[in-house]
């Protein structure tokens, strides 16, 4: 799918994990250097539920992931490579939207404001809606027309209410859509700049 306009700043939203965070990198690193895996790549997360693909137990998959949602900046958790220096960019444009399935909003805030800075993050909106489904409500109701998002299943959900999904490619949304997709942050930058 092609979009045959440049996409105005101010009508568009981003997911943060596997869009604006490296949550996979700081994933794998903490599963590394914390319980001592060492036989897991980004390459590896083929599904979107990571017990799924790789060879470790829920438990020690929800204690990585709930050290990431509860403590991000002390976990280390990166921003993807680009985000930065071009939401910086889509700032001076319109103000930054971000709409994030997780269940705390104060964490991930606090990891934004520290990586973008309190000069663009004070006039950044961010929903943390703690769930993957029902995005596109609150999509809506910022006014948004498209939306940047890792998760295939989420995207499709997009489509079928009216709000173009781009696909931000990830090892576990590989072949699983046929909607436009972005393979990081230099293509979202010419997609809206």
């Known amino acids: 799918m092609k ?6 700043p101010g009508l568009i939203g981003f997911d943060i994990d596997g869009v604006v965070a490296d949550t996979a990198e700081a994933f794998i690193r903490l599963a590394r250097s914390d319980y001592g895996v060492d036989n897991i790549f980004a390459e590896d997360i ?12 829920a ?3 929800g204690e990585i992931f709930k050290r990431l949602l509860v403590a991000p900046i002390e976990s280390g958790l990166k921003p993807m490579a680009g985000a930065v220096e071009v939401l910086w960019d889509l700032s001076r ?6 709409v994030t399935a997780r269940p705390l ?5 606090l990891w934004l404001e520290n990586v973008l800075g309190n ?6 909106r961010l929903i943390a809606m703690g769930d993957h489904n029902g995005k596109a409500e609150h999509i809506r109701d910022l ?23 781009i696909v931000f490619h990830q090892p576990w949304n590989r072949g699983r859509h046929n909607l436009k997709s972005v393979d990081g942050w230099g293509s979202i930058r010419e997609l809206c700049l």
Do not use: H, Q
Request: hydrophobic share 40%.
């Open 3 to 8: 979009l045959n306009k440049r996409i105005d």
């Open 143 to 165: 006014g948004l027309k498209y939306f940047v998002d890792d998760r295939a299943e989420t995207c499709m959900a997009l489509a079928k209410e009216n709000i173009t999904p």
């Open 46 to 57: 083929t599904e979107f539920v990571v017990e799924d693909c790789l060879p470790l137990d």
């Open 119 to 124: 000069s663009v993050f004070k006039k950044a």
């Open 105 to 109: 909003k104060e964490p991930i805030e």
């Open 59 to 61: 438990e020690l998959v």
């Open 93 to 98: 444009e319109a103000p930054l939207t971000f």
